[in-house]
């Protein structure tokens, strides 16, 4: 999911998602269309929880042949039955297997064109109905990583991101609110009401959603012209816009140190979902308890709405690379906080990331980009996260405050709207910053582990005699490390290079220290042994 869970809920997910595959991302891309806009029709019901869709979708035409669309079919109860495909009113030729929409185009000189899919079925993952925490008929859009294609047709990968509306058609009891800008609510009848979204901005399919159910909303403040909203449960309402109040604050920190933010607005939704928070574009969803009154979730929105740019509009081509969401969001909550709570609270974030890294690491030895794993959910664990935010922890450490600023910029400038790897971002670093991070960027996000330091040391004749040994076998790690010098209540830092499994360093000191110690200010990622 390329989402933030509290900590006990995420420890708990961590069990369940080691993976053993042996393959890469292997979605199978279409090379014949780039898809430019959705239009998701839904007609929803208070029977059944029977959906009815049709889905329009544009694209333009890079070659000749047929292309594809996500959609599970129906196996007993479950699954979409695909009554017709068409354009312009014309049935186009297409074949429905393997949870693939095959469609396969008449030849046209059009470049842009425009299909139709006409469908119905019940979904089982995806589109979550069921009722609210306190007992409310509620459908939720939870469609990260893939689970859009439970009851979307559609390029069910963040590589072919487009532009999406909805037109929600449900009995009038129910407020909605998906992507987008509402643009009409419309009563027709028979106690039914349609509403759209518009979300003109692309969007991966990982991050559309919609929610439908009895809510209580409040415009919470404009930012930038981007308004801000809270959508909570009735029965929590007062608690919820308390809570969620804090996310103008954030939602201002990102765009003023980011850069634009690329949605038609910021909702705020309290829902029904397997995650912690979802960071649906523009209409991030948050667990239900989510809401207390207590501002308990300032961590997780700031985590959330970190990712409208690290996720959402710079998106992952390849879900292997996930840590340029997941790591990003981690670092940039921590940033945040530190913004407003200083550095104590940096360092009170790090140590605990610092910690469950070294215990995941333990039972799970691999790199941040694992490309043995094929299954995108199976992408999200401590290194995507945790480890992620650390390594840059570090790249800051190493460029210092302003040039990485300068280069998160950058990179986000660049590929805003748009899909990156790892190599694009730290090529775009190494633009900004003049430095060669090759060696960076291949010891701390491919390679497995970290440093495992033993530290030695004595004084003799006016120098600090220090030997650091890096204990790990499989690699060795080059890295700067503070080294904090205690005398009485004065503690000098010293900055030594490490480049070599076992190192000697001496430092000129005016008498004996009473203490000496590794990485005072929690700028590198190890563990000490």
């Known amino acids: 999911m390329n989402t933030y869970l509290p900590k006990f809920l995420y420890a708990a997910l961590l069990l369940t998602i080691v993976s053993n595959s042996t393959a890469q991302d292997t979605y199978k891309r279409n090379t014949s269309v780039d898809v430019k806009s959705y239009v998701f029709d839904l007609k929803l019901n208070d029977v059944s929880n029977k959906i009815t869709g049709e889905t329009t979708v544009t694209v333009t035409q890079l070659e000749e042949g047929s292309f594809a669309l996500d959609l599970i079919a129906k196996i007993n109860d479950y699954g979409m039955t695909v009554s017709k495909v068409s354009e312009a009113g014309r049935v186009v030729d297409y074949s429905y297997i393997d ?73 009038e009891h129910y407020d909605v609110v998906a992507t987008g800008e509402k643009i009409e609510e419309s009563h027709l009848g028979d106690d039914m009401k349609l509403t759209v979204y518009r979300e003109p901005a692309p969007v991966a399919m990982k991050v559309v959603t919609i929610g439908v159910t009895k809510f209580a909303s409040r415009q919470l403040e404009d930012v930038y012209d981007i308004p801000v909203s809270a959508w909570v449960y009735p029965e929590n309402r007062l608690d919820g816009f308390n809570d969620y109040a804090v996310a103008s604050k954030v939602l201002k920190y990102f765009i003023d140190n980011i850069g634009p933010y690329s949605y038609a607005k910021l909702a705020n939704m309290q829902a029904k979902t397997q995650w912690g928070g979802l960071e649906n574009a523009g209409n991030i969803a948050y667990f239900e308890n989510s809401v207390t009154g207590k501002n308990e979730v300032e961590g997780l929105i700031a985590h959330e709405v970190a990712h409208q740019w690290f996720g959402n509009s710079a998106s992952e ?65 401590t290194n995507t996260y945790q480890k992620g935010g650390w390594v840059l922890h570090m790249l800051r450490h190493k460029l210092g405050d302003d040039v990485f600023w300068k280069g998160i910029q950058a990179y986000y400038k660049k590929y805003r709207n748009s899909n990156a790897m790892t190599a694009d971002f730290q090529k775009t670093m190494e633009a900004v910053s003049g430095v060669d991070l090759s060696v960076f960027f291949k010891q701390w996000i491919f390679t497995k582990g970290y440093p495992e330091l033993k530290l030695d040391w004595s004084y003799t004749n006016g120098k600090l005699k220090l030997s650091i040994h890096q204990l790990q076998e499989h690699h060795s790690f080059n890295f700067p490390l503070e080294i904090g010098v205690t005398n009485g209540d004065d503690t000098k830092i010293e900055t030594l290079q490490v480049t070599k499994s076992k190192e000697d360093f001496e430092i000129p000191l005016a008498k004996k220290p009473n203490a000496v110690y590794l990485d005072p200010n929690l700028w590198l990622l190890f563990e000490e042994k």
């Open 99 to 171: 949870n693939k929409i095959n469609i396969n185009p008449a030849k046209s000189a059009k470049k842009e064109r425009t299909f139709t899919i006409n469908y119905a079925g019940i979904p089982e993952r995806g589109l979550v109905i069921d009722t609210t925490k306190f007992g409310q008929r509620s459908f939720f859009g939870d469609n990260w990583p893939n689970l859009a294609r439970h009851w979307l047709p559609s390029v069910d990968h963040p590589y072919d991101k487009a532009s999406v509306e909805f037109r929600i058609t449900a009995p």
């Open 317 to 381: 081509n390849d879900w292997n690379h996930v840590w340029l969401s997941e790591g990003f969001a981690t670092y940039f909550a921590i940033l945040y906080q530190e913004s407003v709570y200083g550095d104590e609270k940096r360092k009170k974030e790090l140590a605990l990331d610092r910690k469950q890294i070294i215990e995941y690491y333990q039972k799970n030895p691999s790199p941040i980009v694992d490309p043995s794993i094929k299954d995108p959910l199976k992408v999200l664990s």
